[in-house]
């Protein structure tokens, strides 16, 4: 079945950096667009960033073009996003997520606090 396991999730400091992950297994990995979600509290979930299937094709939220970098690998079946310069409106819970299929991870924490 359809698995897709986020973790690298922390509490940073303003200003640090960090690097989620995530795996994915139940699906050809590699003929599926990725992105990466979050959902602060009591807010809806917003898109964070998109990688096409090769990844040549990558786009971003305005609120985090030029901080974070989305990448994959499509031999490892993982989805990385290389999150610096973060900020407190950063925290939040971060999914993965394909969006031609319905499955949703249980996500990872990150706090951006000092």
């Known amino acids: 079945q359809v698995q897709l396991v986020e973790s690298g999730g922390d509490l940073v400091q303003p200003g640090g950096s960090l690097r989620l992950s995530c795996a994915a297994s139940?699906?050809?990995?590699?003929?599926?667009?990725m992105r990466w979600y979050r959902q602060a509290p009591e807010k809806e979930r917003e898109l964070v960033a998109t990688i096409g299937k090769t990844g040549d094709y990558t786009n971003y939220a305005d609120s985090v073009k030029g901080r974070f970098t989305i990448s994959r690998d499509n031999a490892q079946n993982t989805v990385d996003l290389q999150m610096n310069s973060v900020k407190p409106e950063d925290t939040g819970m971060y999914y993965c997520?394909?969006?031609?299929?319905?499955?949703w991870g249980q996500g990872t924490q990150v706090t951006v606090s000092s």
């Open positions: 139940g699906f050809r990995f590699e003929v599926y667009v």
């Open positions: 997520n394909a969006p031609e299929l319905p499955h």
